[in-house]
């Protein structure tokens, strides 16, 4: 069982920067994949970012390329994802996600992943 806690949410400005982080842990919590998701009203949930267990490959969905980052230190078992130039489009739920797979030709989409976290709210407002 993996345990993941994001924290970092709040409601910004268009244009301004975010840093979402997650707290992972429970078992071989370092062997999966990690990522991130969002998901607005009336819109299914989305892939944004993800990276392998090393950290080392990174994909990130069309919408956010250029503008946002995503991270894990394995050492303090955290995954980040920086964001910057945020707008309104970007509002939403966004869920901490933990995976056993990688896929080199796809982003993972919601049934790919193993464990969620419970979401934290960003909000961006013109």
């Known amino acids: 069982q993996v345990q993941l806690v994001e924290s970092g949410g709040g409601s910004v400005q268009v244009g301004d920067s975010l840093r979402l982080s997650c707290v992972v842990s429970?078992?071989?919590?370092?062997?999966?994949?990690m990522g991130w998701f969002r998901q607005s009203p009336g819109r299914e949930r989305e892939v944004v970012a993800q990276?392998?267990?090393?950290?080392?490959?990174?994909s990130y969905a069309d919408s956010v390329k250029g503008r946002f980052t995503i991270s894990r230190d394995n050492a303090k078992n955290m995954l980040n994802l920086q964001m910057n130039n945020l707008n309104p489009e970007d509002t939403a739920v966004y869920y901490c996600?933990?995976?056993?797979?990688?896929?080199?030709?796809?982003?993972?989409?919601?049934?790919?992943?193993?464990?969620w976290g419970k979401g934290t709210l960003v909000t961006v407002s013109s």
């Open positions: 990276a392998s267990w090393s950290g080392e490959e990174t």
């Open positions: 996600a933990a995976s056993s797979r990688w896929f080199m030709s796809r982003l993972w989409v919601p049934g790919d992943v193993n464990y």
């Open positions: 429970g078992d071989a919590s370092n062997r999966f994949a």
